[in-house]
C-alpha cells in the first residue's frame, strides 16, 4: 500500500500547501501584513522575484526585505512550509498504515485510502492557519472556522466514507463512526432525527452571527438589542435624503444565505440515503458537540476566574473539528489539549508572569494528535472505556465542567496570592 513515489507527491503538495498557509496567515489575521510573496506588495517595493513564489526557497530570496518585516522574518513561513510538507507525508504514511490493518480488497484500499487522507489533510491546513494566526492576535478568525465547517459538511454529505473508522468492532465489514458508535445507531431515518439536525445547524448559525448580549438592561431589552446588532435596521431618525451608513453585516447574510441552503441540503440528504444521511449526521452532530463543550468551559471559566478566559474563536475551532471528525475524537481533542496547554501556562506563568493562553494551538495539536493516534487512542482507551456508555456522557461532562471550575477558581487564587 505505502509508496514512496506518492510520499513524494503528497509532501510536494504539502510544500504548496504551506504556502497557502502562510498567505492565510498574513491575509485572514485581523491586522494584515504584506509579507507573503503571493499577496499584496508593500508601497516601497515594486515588484518580487519570480522565485519568490517558490515553496521555501522563495523565503531565502526575500530577505533583501528585512528591514520592511524585521530580523530573519523568512524563517518562520519557510519552516512552516517544510512543517507541513512532513505532516503531510506523515499523514500519508499513517493512513497507509491504517488501510493495511483493515480488511478491505486491494482496489477498495485505494480510494478508502484517499477518501480518509484528503479531508483530514484539508483539516490540517486550516488547523496550521489558526494557529499562528491565534499564536500571534490571540483571535481565530471565523473565515477559517466557519469556512471550514462548511467544508466538512459538504464533504460528510458527498462522501461517506470520509468518516473516522469505528475500530475495534467485532464485525468484518468497515463500520464508521455515527453519532451512537460504538453502538448501534437507531432510528436514523424518522423525522425527529431529520428535525435535530437541522435545529443544530440553526443553532450553530445563531451562534456564529455577529450580535451583541447584554442582560443589564433586562431581559426584554437584551432581545431586543441582539435582534438589532443582528439584522441592523436603519435608524427611524436618519432623514430621507441622507445615505444610509449602519448597514447589515455582510457576515450575517452570508451565514443566513448558507443556512437556508444547508436546511435544503439536510432535507436532500435526509431522503436520498441512509448512508449519505448518516456522514452528515455525524458531521452536524460532531459540529454540535465541539460547539457545546467549549463552550461549556468558556462559561464556567468566565465564573471562575471573573474574566473572559476564553475566545469565541475556540469554540468555533471545536466545532470545526467535529465536523470533520465526529463529536466523539472532537470529546478527545478537548480531552488531551489542556494537558500540553497546562504545562506551557505554568512555564509562561512562572518565566513572564503573564497568564494569557492561546488555547486554539493546543486544539489544533490535539486534533493531529487524535487522528494520528486513532487506532490506538480508539481502540484501547475509548470505544468499550468511555464512548460504549454513550448515556453516562452528559453526566461525565457535567462533572468534569464542575472540576474544571473549581480547578480554575484555585489557580485564580493562587496567581493573586503570588501576585501580592
Not at 22 to 47: D, M
Not at 91 to 104: A, G, R
Amino acid at each position: 500500500m505505502f509508496s514512496w513515489n506518492q510520499c513524494w507527491i503528497v509532501s510536494l503538495i504539502g510544500l504548496f500547501a504551506g504556502a497557502a498557509v502562510n498567505w492565510g496567515i498574513y491575509n485572514l489575521a485581523w491586522t494584515k501584513k504584506q509579507i507573503s510573496p503571493w499577496g499584496k506588495l508593500p508601497q516601497t517595493i515594486s515588484k518580487r522575484p519570480l522565485l519568490a513564489r517558490i515553496p521555501v526557497i522563495g523565503w531565502w530570496s526575500l530577505r533583501s526585505e528585512v528591514a520592511l518585516h524585521g530580523n530573519k522574518f523568512w524563517l518562520r513561513p519557510a519552516c512552516i512550509e517544510l512543517g507541513t510538507a512532513a505532516v503531510f507525508a506523515l499523514f500519508y504514511y499513517q493512513h497507509t498504515e491504517l488501510m493495511e490493518s483493515i480488511s478491505v480488497a486491494p482496489n477498495m484500499s485505494s480510494n478508502l485510502l484517499w477518501l480518509q487522507l484528503i479531508p483530514h489533510l484539508i483539516l490540517v491546513v486550516l488547523l496550521i492557519t489558526a494557529t499562528f494566526i491565534d499564536l500571534d492576535e490571540r483571535l481565530i478568525p471565523d473565515t477559517i472556522t466557519v469556512t471550514g465547517t462548511l467544508i466538512a459538511l459538504g464533504i460528510a454529505a458527498v462522501f461517506p466514507e470520509s468518516r473516522l473508522i469505528d475500530l475495534g468492532n467485532t464485525l468484518s465489514d468497515i463500520i464508521f463512526l455515527q453519532p451512537a458508535s460504538p453502538n448501534e445507531q437507531t432510528g436514523l431515518k424518522s423525522p425527529a432525527s431529520l428535525l435535530w439536525a437541522s435545529g443544530c445547524l440553526l443553532f450553530w448559525g445563531f451562534a456564529i452571527i455577529p450580535k451583541i448580549t447584554t442582560a443589564r438592561y433586562g431581559l426584554a431589552k437584551g432581545v431586543q438589542v441582539m435582534v438589532a446588532s443582528m439584522i441592523r435596521p436603519d435608524r427611524k431618525s436618519r432623514k430621507p435624503d441622507t445615505p444610509r451608513k449602519r448597514k447589515p453585516f455582510a457576515s450575517t447574510l452570508v451565514i443566513a444565505v448558507s443556512m437556508v441552503i444547508g436546511l435544503v441540503g439536510i432535507f436532500l440528504c435526509w431522503r436520498s440515503g441512509a448512508v449519505h444521511w448518516a456522514s452528515l449526521n455525524n458531521a452536524i452532530w460532531g459540529m454540535t458537540g465541539g460547539l457545546f463543550v467549549v463552550w461549556g468551559v468558556r462559561i464556567v471559566a468566565r465564573f471562575a476566574l471573573q474574566r473572559e478566559a476564553m475566545g469565541f474563536g475556540d469554540v468555533t475551532l471545536l466545532a470545526m473539528i467535529g465536523a470533520f471528525l465526529g463529536w466523539q475524537a472532537a470529546l478527545l481533542t478537548f480531552v488531551l489539549a489542556p494537558f500540553a496547554g497546562l504545562l506551557l501556562s505554568i512555564a509562561q506563568f512562572i518565566s513572564t508572569r503573564k497568564s494569557d493562553l492561546a488555547f486554539g494551538p493546543y486544539l489544533s495539536l490535539s486534533a493531529i494528535i487524535v487522528i494520528l493516534g486513532w487506532p490506538i487512542i480508539w481502540t484501547s482507551y475509548a470505544r468499550n472505556t468511555i464512548f460504549i456508555h454513550g448515556s453516562a456522557l452528559p453526566i461525565v461532562l457535567l462533572i468534569g465542567l464542575a472540576a474544571m471550575g473549581a480547578l480554575l477558581f484555585v489557580w485564580q487564587k493562587i496567581k493573586n496570592s503570588a501576585a501580592s
